[in-house]
T-cell receptor, first 115, second 111 residues
Framework: DGGITQSPKYLFRKEGQNVTLSCEQN?????MYWYRQDPGQGLRLIYY???????QKGDIAEGYSVSREKKESFPLTVTSAQKNPTAFYLC??????????????FGPGTRLLVL | DAKTTQPPSMDCAEGRAANLPCNHS???????VYWYRQIHSQGPQYIIH???NNETNEMASLIITEDRKSSTLILPHATLRDTAVYYC????????????FGTGTRLKVLA
């Protein structure tokens, strides 16, 4: 089945620790995105990538880092600089590459909790 | 991208049509209306989108008013599994890549 997978479903972070959230898609989509969702709120864009080896900051990139070495994968690292990392993290992908009106499809999400 | 206004919550009886309104009075000519829904603790699910004509797919129908200042998402026969938060989003083909999700409408389908 084609789709977007995120792992793990739940992740616990200790103070001062970096953690990496996985996002993989087999939809052959060019563009991938990371959003953060806090309780009762909408989604906020962290980073996005339109093509392999290229990515741009979204609205709340501070304390996060990404890489896009493969078309299928767009991992997100939550660094110790992110002071309030507890949230629901959503990965999405779309057929982009010059088509700005594209439909984004979302993964199931990773819930990050700080110990 | 234009902003949208949705009621915070709605109830609907199982088997009846659920009509979810969205106001986008500042929408411009090249902006599309998208609908997503999010079931608790899951990723948002794409439902439908449209520009000015009414649209229908296997999940829902989208009715856009002639002046395009508002729209209604219709779930023709709501089931308990349709209980979710429904988001109305306006996006431009020349706008940014991000989706601006507001707080949406929490639809509760009652048995």
């Amino acid at each position: 089945d084609g789709g977007i997978t995120q792992s793990p479903k739940y992740l616990f972070r200790k103070e001062g620790q970096n953690v990496t959230l996985s996002c993989e898609q087999n939809l052959n989509h060019d563009a991938m995105y990371w959003y953060r969702q806090d309780p009762g709120q909408g989604l906020r864009l962290i980073y996005y990538s339109q093509i392999v080896n290229d990515f741009q900051k979204g609205d709340i990139a501070e304390g996060y880092s990404v890489s896009r070495e493969k078309k299928e994968s767009f991992p997100l690292t939550v660094t110790s600089a992110q002071k309030n990392p507890t949230a629901f993290y959503l990965c999405a992908s779309s057929t982009s590459r010059g088509q700005r009106l594209e439909t984004q499809y979302f993964g199931p999400g990773t819930r990050l909790l700080v110990l | 991208d234009a902003k949208t206004t949705q009621p915070p919550s709605m109830d609907c009886a199982e088997g009846r049509a659920a009509n979810l309104p969205c106001n986008h009075s500042t929408i411009s000519g090249n902006e599309y209306v998208y609908w997503y829904r999010q079931i608790h603790s899951q990723g948002p699910q794409y439902i439908i989108h449209g520009l000015k004509n009414n649209e229908t797919n296997e999940m829902a129908s989208l009715i856009i008013t002639e002046d395009r200042k508002s729209s209604t998402l219709i779930l023709p026969h709501a089931t308990l599994r349709d209980t979710a938060v429904y988001y109305c989003i306006v996006r431009s083909a020349s706008g940014t890549y991000k989706y601006i999700f507001g707080t949406g409408t929490r639809l509760k389908v009652l048995a």
